[in-house]
């Protein structure tokens, strides 16, 4: 389906986004997707956000747009009912009146290259990212197919079409070798070489692509539709799963060696305005080069972060008990853990997959794409402690 008017079908945008943020991606505890929305009904205007909130909706409303796509699910938890004097319940009623559809990408973006973590990784300066918690690749085939060399390169156009051979941003990704054939057709064959009742040899290419396994039977399909034989040779393999390039935070490093204090000060400046500022636990003084970074909730990756062999790490949420243990096993060395505002963690995305949805729209349809400019940080205070620290 093409463009409609000066946007595209709301289902045509999911779409787009699927691709770069698949839902099958998200950890199973999490609601992703279409909360609410017409597939059929055009989008010529979108607002990013990181909350749901009737702040945020407000600004929705104001701006005229048509979809609202935030990182934060409106309803995480299951719910008997969204009647309109209930907060979540107000949200879905004035967005369906307003005719705005609402999206939610969480932990599928979360764990997309580049992703969350990618955009808070970069604003910080960070560069060579891996993710923290590697996620497994997809379970991929490797298909080999024995043809004769002149149908080859027939065979993997077709196998190409099926979504064979696609690594990385390349495509129709093949191996060929030359070899020999030989076979005796049967009385009732009907060979596409050789003659029946005769040992038949000549030469014979051998093609290989690899294919993501839910792929196999549309594959194997595509080359029995192309291949000159009645009965194609055809090998399947599993390949051992290995690490993708997805999974949830970032590892990288500075252009520079600087102190925790100064890294502190690099992390406040890049990332909005917080009441919550910049957390330091750890030695200011320490030497920080190599920096593991989550944006959102970040604690269940401590492991992975000493793991990973980080100086500093930086994300929100931490809770005492994990930060106090991490830190008496430090023993006063690496990794320091500067905590940061939740919603300021993942705050640098919204600019981040803007740009990249509009790159994805190009030629598709003309979408208006703007990133919100309302603060949904809850806290709205600091009090420092009187006095100086004690010891």
Not at 38 to 52: C, N, Y
Not at 201 to 227: C, D, I, K, Q, W
């Amino acid at each position: 389906m093409g463009a409609v008017g000066n946007g595209i079908p709301l289902g045509e945008l999911l779409g787009v986004l699927e691709r770069r943020y698949p839902e099958s991606s998200a950890q199973e505890w999490d609601a992703v997707g279409l909360v609410c929305g017409d597939p059929t009904r055009p989008v010529r205007s979108v607002l990013l956000a990181v909350d749901p909130v009737a702040d945020v909706v407000d600004e929705a409303v104001e701006l005229g747009v048509d979809l609202l796509l935030v990182h934060h699910p409106l309803l995480l938890r299951p719910v008997r009912s969204v009647r309109a004097d209930d907060p979540k319940g107000a949200v879905v009623h004035r967005l369906v009146r307003a005719g705005i559809a609402l999206h939610v990408l969480h932990t599928n973006a979360d764990a997309a290259r580049p992703g969350v973590s990618d955009a808070l990784a970069r604003v910080i300066g960070l560069d060579h990212l891996a993710p923290l918690a590697a996620a497994p690749s997809d379970p991929v085939d490797k298909h080999v197919v024995y043809v004769p060399e002149p149908d080859a390169e027939r065979v993997v156009d077709a196998m190409a079409a099926a979504g064979a051979g696609e690594i990385g941003e390349y495509a129709r990704c093949a191996f060929t070798a030359p070899g020999t054939q030989t076979f005796t057709p049967g009385p009732r064959a009907s060979p596409a070489v050789g003659t029946v009742g005769e040992r038949h040899t000549g030469p014979e290419a051998r093609v290989e692509m690899v294919a993501p396994r839910r792929l196999r039977e549309r594959v194997l399909s595509a080359v029995r539709a192309v291949h000159p034989y009645e009965e194609p040779a055809i090998d399947v393999l599993e390949l051992a799963p290995w690490s993708s390039p997805r999974g949830l935070g970032r590892v990288g490093t500075l252009d520079t060696t600087v102190t925790v204090d100064q890294l502190a000060g690099v992390v406040a400046a890049a990332l909005p305005f917080t009441h919550h500022g910049v957390r330091v636990a750890g030695d200011p003084s320490a030497l920080v080069r190599r920096v593991a970074v989550c944006g959102g909730s970040g604690d269940s990756l401590l492991d992975a972060v000493r793991a990973s062999g980080a100086d500093a790490y930086v994300t929100a949420d931490l809770r005492h008990h994990p930060v106090s243990e991490l830190r008496e096993r430090a023993r006063g060395g690496p990794p320091h853990l500067l905590d940061v505002s939740h919603w300021a963690s993942e705050w640098p995305w919204l600019q981040a997959a803007g740009d990249r949805l509009r790159a994805d729209l190009e030629g598709v349809g003309t979408v208006e794409v703007n990133i919100s400019r309302r603060r949904s940080d809850p806290w709205s205070l600091r009090v420092a402690s009187p006095g100086g620290p004690v010891r």
